[in-house]
Nanobody
Framework: QVQLVESGGGLVQAGGSLRLSCAASGIIFGIKQMAWYRQAPGNQRELVARITSGGSTNVADSVKGRFTISRDNAKNTVYLQMNSLKPEDTAVYYC????????????WGQGTQVTVSS
């Protein structure tokens, strides 16, 4: 079975930084796009950033210039570096990946809470 496990969430003051990690494990032949989403209470889940297997990235306008997505293909891991955090960044952050295993499927992590205090 393929799993995505996130880490790195927590409580931080406004202006601070956090780095999220998401590692994929299991029978993996390759990973296509990897992405981070977030969902705040009462809101829909929204795309924060995504990165292709070749390293091309897209970042939501709301976090552009503050968040950076990267990946380590050798470790099957994607990262989200979050700087200059704002209270409105508070949400559960989810990792997402399209993984080539026995079949090709889309997988989600369990989510990690990020809370930014003012």
């Amino acid at each position: 079975q393929v799993q995505l496990v996130e880490s790195g969430g927590g409580l931080v003051q406004a202006g601070g930084s956090l780095r999220l990690s998401c590692a994929a494990s299991g029978i993996i032949f390759g990973i296509k796009q990897m992405a981070w989403y977030r969902q705040a209470p009462g809101n829909q889940r929204e795309l924060v950033a995504r990165i292709t297997s070749g390293g091309s990235t897209n970042v939501a306008d709301s976090v552009k210039g503050r968040f950076t997505i990267s990946r380590d293909n050798a470790k099957n891991t994607v990262y989200l570096q979050m700087n200059s955090l704002k209270p409105e960044d508070t949400a559960v952050y989810y990792c997402n990946a399209e993984i080539v295993s026995v079949s090709t499927s889309n997988y989600w992590g369990q989510g990690t809470q990020v809370t930014v205090s003012s």
